[in-house]
């Protein structure tokens, strides 16, 4: 291998933020209401190991969750060619919370854990497709109208889980509040294997069809034309989206605006081909949900804030700052 070649290899901005990775989960693990310095790490005292262990397996989580949004985030935009589709906007993340609440409350949930995500997979999809045929059906397949399109079916899901809290007794009513919130405390090490392993095919998948994916978001003509075909790919694109929101879900609740906040950022650092947006929306996605988790347990000494209100609150200021720089590229 020749120096250009080692040369471009390290240039790459894959390389450089997958080491930076290790870097901030050894930071954040440092970090919160039982503080511990670097030296600790390497022996802690049996009270600070206990520590170590919950705040590991929630930074595996948040890195799970976060890379698992952020590439679905990516993958809703290139399907739709729309900036402002995200699971959560889309409502994915509203019919998945559903279909997981309905297996809980319908005692499934005790028979498998496996159950939650099944739903939560069936929920997402449904969602999905009330708001394409709803956008559709207003005849304006526009940015505008699917985001608009995906808050109606945001709000008739809240709807719904506001019906099943309702009828559900305090034992299950604590546990479903905390967990829509989002909440990164892993429930089983083998649905959080499940969500890792979807995480790291669909980024694996989207990933060589990278090119494809480029020449879709030009257009159907130019896809065509380039050997691509577009209603096949968007719909691999949307279902594996949808998989990968449902098994977040299922493990964390609702997080909402990841896959609308990376995505940008990342296509504004690094520019936006999706070979390389893919990995490292996964990558940057990680870390974002897994230092939102981190200042969720430091901000406040004496309790915690759910990782939900942390992202919805970067979020909607984020999501009104991208749909009005859309507005004013239109006009």
Not at 177 to 184: I, K, M, P, R, Y
Not at 311 to 316: L, Q
Request: glycine share 10%; net charge neutral; proline share 4%.
């Amino acid at each position: 291998m020749s120096f250009t070649n080692i040369r471009r290899i390290l240039s790459e901005p894959v390389i450089w933020i997958g080491l930076l990775v290790p870097v901030c989960f050894v930071l954040f693990m440092c970090c919160g209401a039982y503080s511990a310095g670097f030296a600790d790490l390497l022996n802690p005292s049996p009270m600070l190991e206990a520590v170590l262990k919950l705040r590991a397996a929630r930074l595996v989580c948040a890195f799970v969750v976060g890379g698992s949004l952020a590439v679905a985030g990516a993958a809703c935009q290139a399907a739709l060619r729309n900036p402002l589709a995200e699971p959560y906007i889309l409502g994915v993340s509203g019919g998945a919370s559903v279909g997981a609440a309905a297996a809980i409350i319908l005692g499934l949930a005790m028979i498998s854990e496996f159950f939650i995500p099944a739903f939560s997979f069936v929920g997402a999809v449904f969602a999905l497709l009330l708001v394409l045929g709803m956008a559709r059906c207003w005849a304006a397949d526009t940015p505008a109208s699917i985001a608009l399109a995906g808050i109606v079916i945001g709000s008739m899901c809240s709807s719904l889980l506001m019906f099943i809290i309702s009828i559900s007794n305090s034992h299950e009513l604590n546990g479903i509040t905390w967990w829509l919130l989002g909440s990164l405390q892993p429930s089983g090490n083998m649905l959080l294997t499940l969500s890792a392993g979807s995480l790291l095919m669909a980024t694996l998948l989207f990933t060589l069809l990278g090119r494809e994916v480029d020449a879709v978001t030009f257009g159907d003509e130019t896809a065509f034309s380039l050997g691509a075909d577009p209603k096949k790919l968007s719909y691999i694109l949307l279902g594996v989206s949808s998989l990968l929101a449902a098994c977040s879900v299922a493990v964390s609740g609702i997080i909402g605006f990841v896959g609308l906040i990376i995505p940008h950022i990342i296509r504004n650092l690094f520019g936006s081909q999706h070979r390389r947006l893919f990995p490292l929306c996964m990558l940057m996605g990680g870390i974002f949900l897994m230092g939102c988790d981190t200042f969720a347990r430091c901000v406040f000494a004496t309790r915690e804030l759910p990782v939900g209100v942390i992202t919805s609150f970067i979020g909607g200021p984020f999501f009104l700052w991208v749909l009005s720089r859309r507005r004013a590229w239109e006009g």
